[in-house]
């Protein structure tokens, strides 16, 4: 018996159902082709840095509890190191009205509180101010702020659409910051 005829007997009378059937083997080989070397690959590095967190986590915990408090102290005397006396305070100001102008942007003023914190040695300044310029110029200053080596935490940053001279479109950019000092320059 010869096959071709009835292969075209078979194509002929059911081609439609024979594409989709192609088309669906098609389709499921190019899904386990990008399961296989897309995803699974992603998979494995994500499970292996898992498997190092989880060993890291297991060896902190391994550590007796005199061990972990004076790992708590070096930590805390490394941090507190790193933090400016309070005689730096109007330098943090400078440094905030000199990133703006090199942003092209310009602050009216800065509000601030203290607040101490007296278990941990430190003062809390929270400062307030605002800049209006463009999307771009005040990106580069938020870039600026969190490349600075000073220690400053974005509480809370808010964005509102203003207008410039001739109608510019132009953003308005409210900041609340918080940054810490050492206590010993305090007076």
Same mark, same amino acid.
Request: hydrophobic content about 55%; overall charge negative; glycine content about 10%.
């Given at each position: 018996m010869n096959r071709k005829p009835v292969l075209v007997a078979v194509w002929s009378a059911h081609r !439609?159902?024979?594409?989709?059937?192609?088309?669906?083997?098609?389709?499921?080989?190019?899904?386990f082709s990008l399961l296989n070397f897309g995803v699974a690959p992603k998979l494995e590095k994500t499970e292996r840095s898992l498997a190092l967190l989880q060993?890291?986590?297991?060896? /902190?915990?391994?550590?007796?509890?005199?061990q972990a408090y004076e790992q708590g102290v070096k930590d805390y005397? $490394? !941090? /507190?190191?790193?933090?400016p006396s309070l005689r730096d305070f109007s330098e943090l100001i400078g440094d905030l009205y000199v990133l703006a102008e090199q942003s092209n942007l310009e602050i009216s003023q800065i509000g601030y509180t203290q607040k101490e914190l007296p278990d941990s040695g430190l003062l809390a300044y929270a400062l307030k101010f605002s800049l209006t310029g463009t999307y771009d110029e005040l990106k580069r200053f938020i870039y600026g702020l969190e490349e600075s080596k000073r220690l400053v935490v974005i509480e809370q940053m808010t964005l509102n659409a203003a207008r410039g001279?001739?109608?510019?479109?132009?953003? $308005?950019? $409210?900041? /609340?910051?918080?940054?810490? !000092?050492?206590m010993e320059g305090k007076e």
């Open positions: !439609f159902l024979l594409m989709g059937l192609a088309g669906l083997l098609g389709l499921n080989i190019l899904l060993q890291q986590l297991r060896t /902190s915990e391994a550590l007796a509890p005199q005397a $490394s !941090f /507190s190191a790193l933090l001279e001739e109608g510019a479109a132009l953003v $308005s950019l $409210s900041l /609340s910051l918080t940054t810490y !000092f050492g």
